[in-house]
Structures are given as C-alpha cells and as structure tokens.
C-alpha cells in the first residue's frame, strides 16, 4: 500500500517560471517530509525538509509547502533553471522508516 | 568516508547465479538502509540496519534476498539464484541529521542486470 503518492509522472516548465511539484500522503503519523532530487546514473541527493509541526520551509529557490488537513505538501521551485532537470521525490519519514514517493520527472525547458 | 561508496557500479549476470552488492556507508553513521529503484518505479524499500540492534529485514521481497552489516560500518546485500525480476538499482543509504529531520544520504547505486 503506497502511503506517499506522487501522481504526476512528468512536468515540463520554461526557464524561469514556477516548478510546482505535489505529494500526498496517507499516514498523519509522519513526522518529517523530505524532498530529494535525482540525476540519471546517480543517487538522490537530499534537497529540503520540513517538519509536521510547520507548514512552510524555505531554502533559496526552493520551498516546501505542508497541508496537514489536505495530507498533502509541494515544492516550488522559483526560477526554474534547466539544471533543476531531475526527478523529483518525496519521502515521509516517522523515527527511522523512510516513505518514497515514485517521484516526477522534471525538464525546465531553455 | 566523504560519501556513501556502493561497488560494483554495474554488475551483469546470468540467471540463477548469486551476486554480492557492498556499501560503504558515512563514517559515523549508525544507521544504513538498502533500498532498490526498478525501472519506472519508485524507491522500494529493503532492509535497514541501526547500531547493533537486530536488522529490520521486512522489506525484503523473497528468502533469497539477505543482508549482513559488519562491524557497524560496511554492509553486503547478497541475492542467491537471482531472477529477472531483480533486475534493478540497488541504493544504500546511511543516515545523518540535518535541521532536525532524519536525513539519508544515498550511494550512486549498483545497477543489476539479470539476463
């Protein structure tokens, strides 16, 4: 049973504009949700977290967005840039068990 | 080290021989996770290992699939008589803290090609 569900598959943006991209979860036991990024032939890199407890984190072009009552959060990406080409995903985390996503693959068009 | 090292970056075998994937995990770590990425699917979960407390192993998908962790540090994911369905990209990860959360740090993967 998937608890962490990304339901776009793909998303293209132009250069520059807003990349948004959504998550939804099931269990509203998850304490941390996590954002990780992946180039072809390499790990996920951790990007951004936030904890439940917030409902916004920021880190430069990045921030997450939570809504708890929605179990639902998303990442913006502002402005776009052709390097931000990835896949995208998320994870929720309660104590040490870690919850992916099937992530969404991400082209910012030049 | 630096990262989390995984070897062998690809490994192609033939059905029904066994293969050993090892992970070399961040030092000081305490806590390493197997995961596996098939294609077009996500990040499913194997096995994780924490300090010296028993493993949790119920992630892993049949009784061919076993993994050891020695000493604390390294650890050897072992698939006996290996199908075409493990083929796949074997990630480990070891954990660390950042801003509070829980975050794993991932290796760049042992891609399994099972003809």
């Known amino acids: 049973d998937q608890q962490v569900k990304q339901n776009s598959p793909s998303l293209s943006v132009q250069e520059g504009r807003i990349s948004i991209l959504n998550c939804d979860y099931t269990n509203s036991m998850f304490d941390y949700f996590l954002w990780y990024k992946k180039y072809p032939a390499e790990g996920p890199t951790f990007l951004i977290s936030i904890s439940s407890i917030k409902d916004k984190n920021e880190d430069g072009r990045f921030t997450v967005f939570l809504n708890k009552s929605a179990k639902h959060l998303s990442l913006h990406i502002v402005p776009s840039q052709p390097g931000d080409s990835a896949v995208y995903f998320c994870a929720a985390s309660t104590g040490n068990q870690f919850y992916f996503g099937t992530g969404t693959s991400l082209t910012v068009i030049p | 080290g630096a990262g989390v090292s995984q070897s062998p970056s690809n490994k192609v075998t033939e059905k029904g021989k066994d293969v050993e994937l090892r992970c070399d995990p961040i030092s000081g770590h305490t806590a390493l996770y197997w995961y596996r990425q098939s294609l077009g699917q996500g990040l499913e979960f194997l096995i994780y290992f924490q300090g010296n407390s028993a493993p949790d192993k119920s992630g892993l998908p049949s009784d061919r699939f076993s993994a050891e962790r020695t000493g604390g540090s390294v650890s050897t994911l072992t698939i006996q008589r290996t199908q075409q369905e493990d083929s796949a990209v074997y990630l480990c990860?070891?954990?660390?803290?950042?801003?509070?959360?829980?975050?794993?740090?991932f290796g760049a993967g042992s891609r399994l090609t099972v003809l």
């Open positions: 990860a070891s954990s660390g803290r950042a801003s509070g959360a829980n975050v794993l740090t």
